[in-house]
T-cell receptor
């Protein structure tokens, strides 16, 4: 079964501290993985996708096929990073985005 | 234009009412979606349209009826809803499925059924 697991519902860090939001997936084949972010009162939007291998707002995520993980990392958290983060997987048909339960990141001053 | 626009932003309806949610995109995307999102939960897929044809219905009750009049518009017709249907309804679009790209989401319609 295709599944995305985000083990942490809430992650609270201090400003300037490193942050890692965990994501594990279950998928047969080569997955298309994404991180979406939902800031307060804003629309759900793409943060980054694994295939582009870019850094957005200081965030990076590396696909580890051996560990079936796609953790999101940032070396120095900022208060404006506080948001809900969803790890997501595109299903084999290419239509359905399968979301994890989400992790709420709270960056304290 | 890289936005998905949804109207209305908020909707309160009685259980006997009929209402419609609207969604529009002008990015040339050929796949459009309806999601339902309850508080503090991830979006749940309801319907997928591909090239204006219904491709996926995730066993959604018939009181929700989607419609895709053209490649830019997607509607969700609501009738005889229940209070538990209160949620944020999100529309999204993406390039055709074979492109395997990300989805672009609208702001959502916050629906309250009384």
């Amino acid at each position: 079964a295709q599944r995305v697991t985000q083990p942490e519902k809430l992650l609270s860090v201090f400003k300037g501290a490193p942050v890692e939001l965990k994501c594990n997936y279950s998928y047969s084949g080569s997955p298309e993985l994404f991180w979406y972010v939902q800031y307060s009162r804003q629309r759900l939007q793409l943060l980054l996708r694994h295939i582009s291998r870019e850094s957005i707002k200081g965030f990076t995520a590396d696909l580890n096929k051996g560990e079936t993980s796609f953790h999101l990392k940032k070396p120095f958290a900022q208060e404006e990073d506080s948001a809900m983060y969803y790890c997501a997987l595109l299903d084999t048909g290419g239509f359905k985005t399968i979301f994890g339960a989400g992790t709420r990141l709270f960056v304290k001053a | 234009d890289t936005e998905v626009t949804q109207t209305p932003k908020h909707l309160v309806m009685g259980m006997t009412n009929k209402k419609s949610l609207k969604c529009e995109q002008h990015m040339g995307h050929r796949a459009m979606y309806w999601y339902k999102q309850k508080a503090k939960k991830p979006p749940e897929l309801m319907f997928v349209y591909s090239y204006e044809k219904l491709s996926i219905n995730e066993s959604v009750p018939s009181r929700f009826s989607p419609e895709c009049p053209n490649s830019s518009l997607l509607n969700l017709h609501l009738h005889a809803l229940q209070p538990e249907d209160s949620a944020l309804y999100l529309c999204a679009s993406s390039q055709e499925a074979v492109a395997r790209t990300e989805a672009f989401f609208g702001q959502g319609t916050r629906l309250t059924v009384v």
